[in-house]
């Protein structure tokens, strides 16, 4: 069966350093990943799109890449600052007909000042 | 320019009760989607709408679930005879087209807590 697997335990950091969260997949021919961050009772916002043909994609302090061989994919928030802090979702897109996600469980991040 | 809405934000019903759930998309959007989020999990796909029609449901647990979008815009989620299971955040999401990968933007959810 599909399965998108996220660390379910909690990441802690200190400020100013590189967070870096994993997304692995199985069973899945993704066309598409995406990147969101879920605040407390609030909705998901997307963050970063990256394609199956797409090694790498950068977005101001965010970084993804997509290895499809390994299936799998890495978030990276450099520099990272408090108000970041948040669950971060990982979802794919592109296994059935239409643009519905499949989201990872999230990880929630902790950025200590 | 205004997201998103959902109403209500919360929700508590008793078990066996009938339940209907608001959604109002981005203007303009045609695809919307309804996701369900129980504690500490990611989102579930349960249903989404390519105008007014229900262009996959695949995702709905049982035929007590059952939406509707009748003019292409505010979209209702109905639950029959609630079940205590049912008790999560339900969350609406729009985008622009159906096309793979269009960002989707997503309301703050309906909390439902069947007692």
């Known amino acids: 069966s599909q399965k998108i697997e996220q660390n379910s335990e909690a990441l802690n950091i200190q400020e100013g350093k590189t967070a870096t969260l994993t997304c692995n997949y199985t069973?899945?021919?993704?066309?598409?990943l995406q990147w969101y961050r879920q605040d407390p009772g609030r909705g998901p916002v997307f963050l970063l799109l990256?394609?199956?043909?797409?090694k790498e994609k950068r977005k101001e302090r965010l970084k993804v890449t997509f290895d499809t061989t390994l299936k799998q994919s890495l978030f990276h928030i450099t520099a990272s600052q408090p108000a970041d802090s948040a669950t971060y979702l990982c979802?794919?897109?592109?296994?059935?007909?239409?643009?519905?996600?499949?989201f990872g469980g999230g990880t929630r991040l902790m950025v200590k000042p | 320019g205004a997201g998103v809405s959902q109403t209500p934000s919360n929700k508590v019903t008793e078990k066996g009760k009938y339940v209907e759930l608001r959604c109002d998309p981005i203007s303009g959007h045609t695809a919307l989607y309804w996701y369900r989020q129980s504690l500490g999990q990611g989102p579930e796909f349960l249903i989404y709408f390519q105008g007014t029609g229900a262009a996959d449901d695949s995702g709905l647990p049982n035929d007590r679930f059952f939406a509707v979008r009748p003019e292409g815009s505010v979209s209702t989620l109905k639950i029959q005879r609630t079940e205590r299971g049912d008790s999560a955040v339900y969350l609406c999401a729009s985008s622009l087209t159906e096309l793979w990968g269009d960002e989707q933007f997503f309301g703050p959810g309906t909390r439902l807590t069947v007692l």
């Open positions: 069973n899945y021919s993704p066309a598409y």
């Open positions: 979802a794919l897109v592109g296994n059935n007909a239409g643009n519905m996600l499949t």
């Open positions: 990256i394609r199956e043909n797409e």
